[in-house]
């Protein structure tokens, strides 16, 4: 007893619980207060007792069974005590055993033990907090990762892994040193990598946003920001989400938006984008270019002949064989059904005639495939150049387009460079339609008279009536100028209507003053195609009294292919009226010769671009026999334009031509001056009482 005398002072003034111990029976022998408030007993249930009552881990048990077998080692360590409520107090338990036996063998021991609920429950919320962040860090889609501001991680979710394929054991390990190394030999930018990192940790307070590409072709979006504690910035928070997906789906977006979803070509939104980069080029460098319109004929005949099917597999096939045509800086684009456009980069016309000549080749020589069935297809281009036909997409387009009209009015499978509008953009489409109905109502439109010779006397036999404008403000305006923007716009009736009543009077006050010739006039397709054409001849014919036979109306190849059965009904009812009909530009467009053996059509006009090479031009000399030998097999007079030269003239008569006009005689000249070419006048008989008869004056 006089060793427990002897620690009891010691023992009283601990600040923690503590037992002395017997350790021969493993009871208690001596108790402080604090250790009857921790245990909620009094000294006296205390004393007595085994010490394993109250301490009964798995930890406690041995270390006393070691007591018992004579194994004596003071113990440390955390520990629980059972409480008489049944409950357990976390503790920090001290075990040391007192030298008092003899030879100094141990007889017993001072337990003390610290009360940790305080720091228990600080640490199962530390817990809590940490299990709370980490399942919020597990949750987000995105990968997060936690360092201080050295770089060593502190925190990361199982997504960050997965977004860089970081090894599990570099995981495991939180080996900052390997994951970093990782990552940044995972972006295809490593140097880059590398430098933004070292910035983003010389500015602690620094918040970035940027995107990464990774070598297995991935897109990451690494968001940064301060991680803050109250001394201050503690280090980094980065998240990364992966946007591989998202960054295709964008780009899908935009192709969408500026590409043709069928043929995977630009559209017109993009090449206008180009075309303004193209004409900011030609301001700053005066570099030219063109703009082709591939427009295909009869197409929608191969959707109802194969489907839609086989007809989108032809466009794309289109496609293809233009793009093969062009130069690399060149760039196609689809900008209709089966409509193409081409912007020729650094073009002037040479250059851009012959990228037409090997469209033409590529798409009309070439036959196309539909599930073994082979057909032909071809196609119509119009050109337009900068500046002369305009700047911008829709003023070259829609010259273009107009050359692409008149291309497949002469027959379809060639081209046509457009034709510049008088006072070029400042003249839209619009406004020159407004300015020719003006013109009209204001009488700034009048015909002049071509002289058509006669190759057996080298009389004057007839007229071709040329329309001329002249703009009071503009001056003298080509007809290659307003002609197809009439015709474009329908106005082409309209003047068409104009020039059948002048034409008809002109030729009816000449009828009358004895001087009776044969006067042609030009009817476009769209004037002939009108319900009323026949009856309208008819009635200007019978209001001015010209005979029929003195009116010659000229037609062009196209009405030959375009509802043929009612082009033939419309010229069998001209003929009947006694009306003359002809040919316009013969051989420059698609004739079918069944159709032209059918048709009431007395003459055949051999254009001027066939008669400009002859006599020297062997292929112009070969094309105008054919045409010759063509129209005498078919009972057709010929008549030849552009006549410049006594060899032209000369060859043109030997070969059996009926007449022939150019410059050679005479231009186009106003009625008077036309007048001075024609021989004195004829007195005609008076018509019979009975007679009807309408005197025209001028």
């Known amino acids: 007893m006089n060793l427990i005398a002897a620690w009891a002072p010691l023992l009283d003034s601990l600040p923690m619980a503590g037992w002395i111990i017997e350790l021969a029976g493993q009871t208690v022998v001596a108790a402080n207060p604090e250790a009857t408030r921790l245990l909620e007993s009094p000294v006296a249930e205390l004393l007595g007792r ?62 003390t033990l610290r009360d940790r609920s305080g720091e228990q429950r600080a640490e199962d919320e530390r817990e809590a907090v940490v299990a709370e962040l980490q399942a919020t860090l597990e949750s987000t889609g995105d990968g997060i990762l936690v360092t201080d501001l050295e770089g060593r991680v502190r925190a990361f979710n199982r997504r960050f892994g997965q977004i860089w394929a970081v090894p599990e054991e570099l995981l495991e390990a939180r080996d900052s040193t390997g994951i970093h190394d990782w990552m940044r030999r995972r972006t295809l930018d490593a140097e880059g990598y590398d430098r933004r990192l070292a910035a983003l940790r010389a500015a602690p307070l620094l918040s970035s946003t940027e995107r990464l590409e990774l070598v297995e072709g991935q897109t990451v979006q690494r968001v940064t920001r301060p991680l803050w504690g109250r001394a201050g910035p503690q280090g980094r928070v980065y998240s990364f989400s992966d946007q591989t997906e998202l960054v295709k789906v964008r780009a899908l977006s935009e192709t969408l938006s500026s590409h043709d979803a069928l043929t995977r070509l630009p559209n017109r939104t993009l090449l206008a984008e180009k075309v ?80 037409v000549l090997r469209v033409l080749k590529v798409v009309n020589t070439q036959p196309f495939d539909a599930d073994g069935t082979p057909f032909s297809l071809t196609c119509s281009v119009g050109i337009a150049l900068c500046p002369q036909d305009g700047q911008a997409l829709d003023d070259l387009v829609r010259q273009a387009e107009a050359a692409v009209r008149r291309a497949k009015a002469a027959g379809r499978a060639g081209y046509r460079f457009a034709e510049p509008v008088p006072g070029g953009d400042a003249h839209s489409h619009v406004r020159m339609v407004h300015a020719m109905r003006e013109a009209l109502k204001a009488g700034h439109f009048r015909l002049h008279y071509q002289p058509q ?6 009389a004057v036999c007839g007229a071709e009536a040329l329309l001329r404008w002249r703009d009071p403000q503009l001056g003298e305006i080509a007809p290659a100028a307003f002609i197809p923007v009439a015709e474009d716009s329908g106005f082409i009736v309209t003047l068409g209507s104009w020039v059948l009543s002048q034409a008809v009077r ?51 190849e196209s009405i030959l292919v375009e509802k043929a059965d009612e082009a033939l009904e419309r010229l069998q009812a001209l003929d009947r009226l006694g009306v003359q009909l002809a040919l316009d530009d013969f051989g420059t467009g698609y004739s079918c010769l069944g159709a032209l053996k059918r048709m009431p059509i007395g003459r055949l006009k051999i254009d001027r671009s066939f008669v400009a090479g002859l006599p020297d031009d062997d292929t112009d000399v070969g094309l ?15 008549v030849a334009e552009g006549v410049e030269n006594e060899a032209q003239r000369r060859f043109l008569a030997e070969l059996g031509c009926e007449s022939f006009q150019g410059f050679l005689y005479a231009p186009a000249m106003d009625p008077a001056s036309f007048e001075r070419h024609l021989p004195p006048p004829r007195p005609r008989p008076m018509p019979t009482a009975g007679g009807r008869h309408i005197r025209l004056v001028r």
């Open 50 to 111: 085994r010490v394993t009552q109250w301490l009964a881990t798995p930890e406690d048990i041995a270390y006393w069974a070691d007591i018992a077998t004579g194994r004596y080692a003071p113990l440390r360590s955390d520990s629980l005590v059972c409480t008489p409520g049944g409950g357990t107090l976390p503790v920090e338990r001290h075990v040391q055993p007192l030298p008092g036996g003899a030879a100094g063998v141990p007889t017993h021991a001072l337990v």
């Open 276 to 355: 303004a980069e193209a004409a900011l080029r030609w301001r700053r460098e005066q570099q030219p270019f063109a703009l082709l319109v591939v427009d295909l004929d009869h197409f929608r005949r191969v959707n109802d002949s194969f489907g839609q099917q086989v007809a989108n597999r032809v466009l794309c096939e289109v496609a293809e064989r233009i793009g093969a045509a062009l130069r690399s800086q060149d760039v196609l684009a689809r900008i209709g059904g089966d409509n193409f456009a081409a912007l020729l980069q650094d073009a002037d016309q040479a250059s851009a005639q012959k990228a």
């Open 453 to 458: 010779i006669r190759f057996r006397d080298g």
């Open 506 to 556: 002109q030729a009816a006050l000449w009828h009358e003053a004895g001087r009776s010739l044969t006067v042609a006039i030009n009817v476009s397709a769209l004037q002939f195609r009108q319900p009323d054409f026949v009856s309208q001849v008819a009635d200007v014919l019978a209001v001015s009294g010209l005979p029929a036979h003195l009116l010659e109306l000229e037609l062009t």
């Open 624 to 638: 105008v026999r054919a045409i010759s030998q063509l129209a005498q097999a078919l009972g057709k007079r010929v």
